[in-house]
Protein backbone atom coordinates (compact mmCIF):
# COMPACT_ATOMS: atom_id res chain seq x y z
CA UNK A 1 0.00 0.00 0.00
CA UNK A 2 1.18 3.44 -1.08
CA UNK A 3 0.67 6.39 0.04
CA UNK A 4 0.45 9.44 -1.75
CA UNK A 5 2.36 12.80 -1.20
CA UNK A 6 -0.66 14.59 0.22
CA UNK A 7 -2.45 12.12 2.10
CA UNK A 8 -0.10 12.81 6.00
CA UNK A 9 0.60 9.15 7.19
CA UNK A 10 1.45 7.93 10.35
CA UNK A 11 5.42 9.66 11.01
CA UNK A 12 8.03 8.07 9.51
CA UNK A 13 9.52 4.98 11.95
CA UNK A 14 12.76 3.69 11.40
CA UNK A 15 11.09 0.22 10.80
CA UNK A 16 9.14 1.31 7.57
CA UNK A 17 12.86 1.56 5.64
CA UNK A 18 13.85 -1.12 3.09
CA UNK A 19 15.33 -4.12 4.67
CA UNK A 20 18.75 -4.42 3.30
CA UNK A 21 17.60 -7.06 0.96
CA UNK A 22 14.90 -4.93 -0.50
CA UNK A 23 17.25 -2.35 -0.84
CA UNK A 24 19.65 -4.62 -2.49
CA UNK A 25 16.99 -6.08 -4.91
CA UNK A 26 15.90 -2.17 -5.91
CA UNK A 27 19.56 -1.39 -6.48
CA UNK A 28 20.05 -4.62 -8.64
CA UNK A 29 16.66 -4.06 -10.56
CA UNK A 30 18.08 -0.22 -11.17
CA UNK A 31 21.02 -1.24 -12.44
CA UNK A 32 19.19 -4.39 -14.34
CA UNK A 33 17.36 -1.38 -15.67
CA UNK A 34 19.92 0.83 -16.58
CA UNK A 35 22.09 -2.34 -18.07
CA UNK A 36 19.14 -3.10 -20.39
CA UNK A 37 19.03 0.86 -21.21
CA UNK A 38 22.44 0.91 -21.94
CA UNK A 39 22.42 -2.13 -23.70
CA UNK A 40 19.54 -0.61 -26.28
CA UNK A 41 21.35 2.23 -26.32
CA UNK A 42 24.54 1.02 -27.38
CA UNK A 43 22.76 -1.89 -30.06
CA UNK A 44 20.85 1.46 -31.69
CA UNK A 45 23.86 3.09 -32.34
CA UNK A 46 25.51 0.31 -33.42
CA UNK A 47 22.79 -0.35 -35.64
CA UNK A 48 23.22 3.48 -36.79
CA UNK A 49 26.82 2.65 -37.26
CA UNK A 50 26.70 -0.45 -39.21
CA UNK A 51 24.10 0.95 -41.27
CA UNK A 52 26.39 4.29 -41.64
CA UNK A 53 28.88 2.02 -42.65
CA UNK A 54 27.32 -0.11 -44.88
CA UNK A 55 26.18 3.30 -46.75
CA UNK A 56 29.85 4.14 -46.68
CA UNK A 57 31.42 0.76 -48.19
CA UNK A 58 28.89 1.14 -50.93
CA UNK A 59 29.61 4.80 -51.40
CA UNK A 60 32.98 3.73 -52.03
CA UNK A 61 32.82 0.54 -53.83
CA UNK A 62 30.98 2.62 -56.69
CA UNK A 63 33.10 5.14 -56.21
CA UNK A 64 35.78 2.38 -57.26
CA UNK A 65 33.77 0.94 -60.02
CA UNK A 66 33.44 4.36 -61.79
CA UNK A 67 36.70 5.24 -61.40
CA UNK A 68 37.80 1.60 -62.64
CA UNK A 69 35.31 1.96 -65.73
CA UNK A 70 37.07 5.72 -66.10
CA UNK A 71 40.81 4.08 -66.56
CA UNK A 72 39.42 1.49 -69.08
CA UNK A 73 37.77 3.33 -71.14
CA UNK A 74 40.87 6.38 -70.91
CA UNK A 75 42.87 2.85 -71.85
CA UNK A 76 40.92 2.07 -74.59
CA UNK A 77 41.11 5.53 -75.90
CA UNK A 78 44.95 5.62 -75.25
CA UNK A 79 45.19 2.19 -77.30
CA UNK A 80 42.95 3.35 -79.98
CA UNK A 81 44.85 6.65 -80.35
CA UNK A 82 48.34 4.63 -80.01
CA UNK A 83 47.23 2.21 -82.58
CA UNK A 84 45.76 4.86 -84.80
CA UNK A 85 49.17 7.13 -84.43
CA UNK A 86 51.18 3.82 -85.43
CA UNK A 87 49.20 3.35 -88.79
CA UNK A 88 49.69 6.44 -89.63
CA UNK A 89 53.62 6.28 -88.81
CA UNK A 90 54.01 3.15 -90.89
CA UNK A 91 51.51 4.97 -93.81
CA UNK A 92 54.10 8.13 -93.35
CA UNK A 93 57.09 5.51 -93.67
CA UNK A 94 55.73 3.71 -96.62
CA UNK A 95 55.00 6.82 -98.22
CA UNK A 96 58.92 7.87 -97.72
CA UNK A 97 60.20 4.90 -99.02
CA UNK A 98 58.11 5.44 -101.84
CA UNK A 99 58.76 8.65 -102.51
CA UNK A 100 62.47 7.97 -102.17
CA UNK A 101 62.19 5.11 -104.61
CA UNK A 102 60.92 7.12 -107.14
CA UNK A 103 63.62 9.98 -106.63
CA UNK A 104 66.13 7.00 -107.07
CA UNK A 105 63.92 6.09 -109.97
CA UNK A 106 64.38 9.38 -111.68
CA UNK A 107 68.08 10.07 -111.07
CA UNK A 108 68.98 6.92 -112.22
CA UNK A 109 66.95 7.72 -115.46
CA UNK A 110 68.36 10.66 -115.83
CA UNK A 111 71.85 9.32 -115.48
CA UNK A 112 71.38 6.71 -118.29
CA UNK A 113 69.89 9.43 -120.53
CA UNK A 114 73.18 11.50 -119.74
CA UNK A 115 75.07 9.09 -120.59
CA UNK A 116 73.01 7.77 -123.88
CA UNK A 117 73.51 12.31 -124.97
CA UNK A 118 77.01 11.94 -124.21
CA UNK A 119 76.91 8.85 -126.38
CA UNK A 120 75.45 10.23 -128.81
CA UNK A 121 77.47 13.34 -128.94
CA UNK A 122 80.70 11.50 -129.37
CA UNK A 123 79.57 9.50 -132.22
CA UNK A 124 77.82 12.25 -133.74
CA UNK A 125 81.69 14.35 -133.38
CA UNK A 126 83.21 11.21 -134.52
CA UNK A 127 80.89 11.03 -137.79
CA UNK A 128 81.45 14.41 -138.52
CA UNK A 129 85.30 13.80 -138.90
CA UNK A 130 85.11 10.80 -140.43
CA UNK A 131 82.06 8.83 -141.93
CA UNK A 132 81.98 5.03 -140.63
CA UNK A 133 80.00 3.14 -143.28
CA UNK A 134 77.18 0.83 -142.27
CA UNK A 135 77.43 -3.16 -141.88
CA UNK A 136 75.27 -5.75 -141.01
CA UNK A 137 75.47 -6.65 -137.37
CA UNK A 138 76.39 -10.39 -137.40
CA UNK A 139 79.56 -8.94 -139.74
CA UNK A 140 80.82 -7.33 -136.32
CA UNK A 141 82.61 -8.80 -133.49
CA UNK A 142 80.64 -8.96 -130.49
CA UNK A 143 83.02 -6.60 -128.57
CA UNK A 144 82.26 -3.87 -131.23
CA UNK A 145 81.24 -0.11 -130.37
CA UNK A 146 78.83 -0.50 -133.43
CA UNK A 147 76.67 -2.90 -131.74
CA UNK A 148 73.19 -1.48 -130.23
CA UNK A 149 72.14 -5.10 -129.06
CA UNK A 150 72.68 -4.88 -125.29
CA UNK A 151 73.01 -8.92 -125.29
CA UNK A 152 75.44 -10.67 -127.19
CA UNK A 153 74.58 -12.15 -130.30
CA UNK A 154 75.95 -15.27 -131.83
CA UNK A 155 76.30 -16.10 -135.29
CA UNK A 156 75.08 -18.93 -136.68
CA UNK A 157 75.39 -20.17 -140.36
CA UNK A 158 73.52 -22.75 -142.26
CA UNK A 159 74.85 -24.38 -144.95
CA UNK A 160 77.82 -21.89 -145.15
CA UNK A 161 75.23 -18.90 -145.21
CA UNK A 162 75.07 -15.86 -142.51
CA UNK A 163 71.58 -15.79 -140.89
CA UNK A 164 70.26 -13.63 -137.86
CA UNK A 165 70.43 -15.43 -134.43
CA UNK A 166 67.09 -17.22 -133.61
CA UNK A 167 66.23 -15.10 -130.80
CA UNK A 168 66.58 -11.33 -132.95
CA UNK A 169 64.26 -8.60 -132.83
CA UNK A 170 63.09 -6.68 -136.18
CA UNK A 171 65.55 -3.76 -134.71
CA UNK A 172 68.29 -5.98 -135.10
CA UNK A 173 68.10 -7.65 -138.04
CA UNK A 174 70.09 -6.58 -140.87
CA UNK A 175 67.59 -4.66 -142.87
CA UNK A 176 65.95 -2.81 -140.74
CA UNK A 177 69.29 -1.94 -138.71
CA UNK A 178 70.42 -0.43 -142.96
CA UNK A 179 66.88 1.10 -143.00
CA UNK A 180 67.51 3.10 -139.97
CA UNK A 181 70.29 5.48 -141.40
Given amino acids: ?34 QDKMFLEIMEVTRNERAHLKEWKDMVAKYRKDTS ?5 RDEREDRRDARDERWRQEDQRCRQEDQQWRDATLELLCDQTDILRHLVDLQEEQ ?35 CAPAHSTPVDSPTKRLSLH
Fill in 1 to 34: MRRSHTDPGPPAHFSSFPTPSRRLAQIRRRKKRT
Fill in 69 to 73: EHEDR
Fill in 128 to 162: RGHRVPLQPMFNHPQYSPCSISSSPRCVRTRGGRL
